[in-house]
């Protein structure tokens, strides 16, 4: 029983290798170089052929203000970056090329939304109006420990993922807000009337 367990672990002698005869496997040893002066060995080896030359590609017809510089070609600027305002756009004026940089744009003001969770299923509307751009008011005084601590951690990875921010503004109330939008000063005022703050 032994061997046949060690045999199984593939530890044990297998049989299909005794046929295996070491003697017939025998490797032939390197061959040393030759210890021959320089002179000796240029005329022993036979000259290597020549590599061919490389080509440069043929021109392609471009327009006029997109020209080949050396080995970089610039690409076209992508045009839904161009129409966004997003990104740096290639000027033609003057005739050099350089980039102009287009400011971010204004955020946008708006008021934020109030959620009072009462379950963690409540974090579907949190995160569907986070992702509509509105900011987000999450009440969690009324939840329970772990509920609030769920929330908290679904809350802060929905802001790091969609490069929003995250505010403490009481104790168990954050405030959620989505990049590119600010809550006005007016609604902050409401806020603190309210008592969130």
């Not at 070491?22 to 030759?34: K, L, N, Y």
């Not at 009324?142 to 929330?151: I, P, Q, S, V, Y």
């Not at 939008?181 to 309210?194: N, Y």
Request: hydrophobic share 30%; glycine share 6%; aromatic share 6%.
């Amino acid at each position: 029983m032994w061997k046949k367990a060690m045999t199984y672990l593939g530890l044990g002698d297998d049989e299909a290798y005794d046929e295996y005869d070491d003697e017939q496997a025998t490797v032939e040893p390197r061959r040393q170089p030759e210890r021959r002066p320089p002179a000796e060995r240029a005329e022993r080896q036979p000259s290597r052929p020549r590599e061919p030359e490389l080509r440069r590609p043929a021109p392609v017809d471009e327009p006029a203000d997109v020209r080949v510089r050396g080995t970089v070609r610039p690409l076209p600027a992508d045009p839904r970056l161009a129409e966004s305002g997003v990104g740096a756009v290639t000027s033609r004026a003057g005739g050099s090329r350089g980039a102009v940089v287009r400011p971010l744009p204004i955020p946008v003001t708006a008021k934020p939304h109030v959620v009072v969770p009462t379950s963690f299923n409540d974090a579907q509307e949190v995160a569907d109006t986070f992702k509509g751009k509105a900011p987000v008011i999450m009440n969690l005084q009324e939840a329970d420990r772990d509920l609030n601590r769920r929330l908290i951690d679904f809350a802060s990875g929905l802001c790091y993922g969609l490069s929003g921010s995250m505010e403490r503004v009481a104790n168990s109330v954050y405030l959620l807000t989505p990049t590119d939008v600010e809550v006005s000063a007016e609604d902050k005022r409401r806020l603190q009337e309210r008592g969130y703050s």
